[in-house]
């Protein structure tokens, strides 16, 4: 599935106004190649810019979801880096410190889970009544069920 730009520019801009994101500038990019992710997002503090990055075959079947997800990373960054900064106070610069490596995953885990939850939330508040998408999740069946 190709995606529309301009219903996700709308998208955006709208879901910039209700999570209150006006003050950043916010550009969408198209990834044509094959990539493993839905969607990302790029963070510049300092300027208030963010770049976010789309699949153009994004195995998330609502776009909707796919944007207030990212744009509620961008809401939470602040809280993102003073965790990984505090991870990385505690544990050292080392890569390869299990310790460490725990603390980040089990933060990504919960980072994620909340983003989720809260996108969820803001759908269901907002009267968005597409169903959410189930993408990875039903890729990880296919594949156990031989689809």
């Known amino acids: ?14 879901w910039q106004i209700i999570l209150r994101l ?26 208030k810019k963010a ?3 789309i699949n153009n075959n994004p195995k998330s079947t609502n776009l909707e979801e796919l944007v207030v997800h990212e744009l509620l990373h961008l809401k939470l ?3 993102d880096q003073m965790i990984e900064g505090f991870i990385n106070g505690v ?3 080392n890569e390869d410190d299990i310790k460490k490596e725990f ?3 089990q933060f990504f885990i919960l980072l994620e889970s909340t983003v989720e939850d809260l996108t969820k939330g803001f759908l269901k508040a ?12 039903q890729k990880l ?6 689809c």
């Open 77 to 79: 960054w602040g809280m």
């Open 22 to 47: 006006m003050d950043w500038d916010i550009k969408l990019q198209i990834v044509d190649k094959e990539w493993r992710k839905s969607g990302d997002i790029k963070i510049d503090i300092d300027d």
């Open 1 to 14: 599935m190709a995606v529309n730009v301009s219903e996700l520019e709308g998208l955006i801009n709208k």
């Open 126 to 137: 907002n009267g968005c009544d597409q169903e959410l998408s189930f993408g990875r999740l």
């Open 51 to 53: 770049v976010m990055l």
């Open 103 to 105: 603390a980040m995953n």
């Open 141 to 146: 069946i296919d594949n156990e069920i031989g």
């Open 91 to 93: 544990f050292g610069a």
